[in-house]
């Protein structure tokens, strides 16, 4: 036999104790799951665009381990961490930050997930109504022979219908196609723009919203398009107690500044709307005109966030 082309193939290894690489659940883990980076690579896991909002959350006289929220829908993520074997008082404290903080997302992370906790989380996810969604994910590290490394998220319970809309990217929909095309080419202008100091923006993807950064963690831009109404809007999200108190009292001036009445939505957050352009969706040369009202939208809005961030 010819073992000349034979290629050197490695040995796949999994790291039983995790604990030598992440000493601490709250000191260690969470530091470690809270950066970006990492962050993104549970968010894919779990299809969702998690944007972090706080480390031990204080829920009460409790605390959750992150605090995030998706940025697609503005609703709130709950990620609690166990680097054991899952036992029935994180189950417990799961449903308490999810009722804390009205969670539309619950992520239990644990060492190891018993039968029984699985078993629940399928419950809650089978018994609940489609407004949370539970997952129970065990956190591995495997290594090939010498190699760094690496993490793996392994959902071992998700909603009930998590694995149907995980789709392969020829089984992309129209509306996902349409915004990826959509989103392609606002980045394209955007980065010939030079109108556009103090933002900044990531890349384009097939998401229902696209954020631009405005140079404070206090607030954020995103703009929604929406396949089914043909047409764009443009957000304000601001986090900061003390700049949603100074934004809602200058309400009035800013609808007369933006010419439009910009639409409220607020939980423990503030999110103000104002529609931007219709889309027409066949015809892409079209969308310069809609990319020139957002860019305008986007300079007026970020100078009003400056005066209360």
Request: hydrophobic share 40%; proline share 2%; net charge negative.
């Amino acid at each position: 036999m010819n073992t000349r082309n034979k290629p050197k193939l490695g040995k796949l290894e999994r790291i039983k104790d995790i604990r030598s690489v992440w000493g601490n659940e709250a000191r260690d883990f969470s530091r470690w799951l809270a950066e970006e980076e990492n962050l993104n690579d549970l968010g894919k896991v779990l299809g969702l665009d998690l944007e972090l909002i706080h480390t031990e959350e204080k829920i009460g006289e409790f605390r959750a381990d992150l605090f995030a929220r998706d940025s697609e829908s503005g609703k709130a993520v709950i990620i609690e961490n166990q680097l054991e074997e899952s036992n029935h008082k994180h189950l417990g404290q799961i449903l308490t930050y999810a009722a804390g903080k009205d969670a539309s997302t619950v992520v239990w992370i644990v060492k190891h997930a018993r039968q029984e906790h699985a078993k629940a989380i399928e419950w809650l996810n089978s018994h609940l109504d489609q407004s949370i969604d539970f997952f129970l994910i065990e956190i591995e590290l495997w290594k090939i022979d010498n190699s760094p490394l690496a993490p793996n998220f392994n959902v071992v319970e998700g909603p009930n219908a998590w694995g149907k809309n995980k789709k392969s990217p020829s089984e992309k929909s129209d509306a996902e196609e349409f915004r990826l095309e959509f989103w392609s080419d606002f980045y394209e202008y955007l980065q010939s723009n030079d109108r556009l100091k103090g933002f900044s923006w990531g890349r384009p993807s097939n998401r229902l919203n696209f954020q631009l950064r405005v140079g404070t963690m206090k607030a954020h831009l995103f703009f929604t398009a929406s396949y089914q109404k043909k047409e764009l809007s443009i957000s304000m999200y601001i986090k900061n107690n003390d700049s949603i108190n100074r934004a809602l009292q200058n309400l009035d001036s800013w609808n007369c500044t933006l010419q439009s009445n910009l639409s409220v939505s607020k939980d423990k957050n503030l999110t103000l709307t104002i529609d931007v352009a219709e889309i027409n969706i066949e015809n892409p040369e079209s969308w310069t005109v809609v990319f020139d009202k957002a860019v305008e939208s986007a300079i007026k809005m970020r100078s009003l966030l400056m005066t209360v961030v």
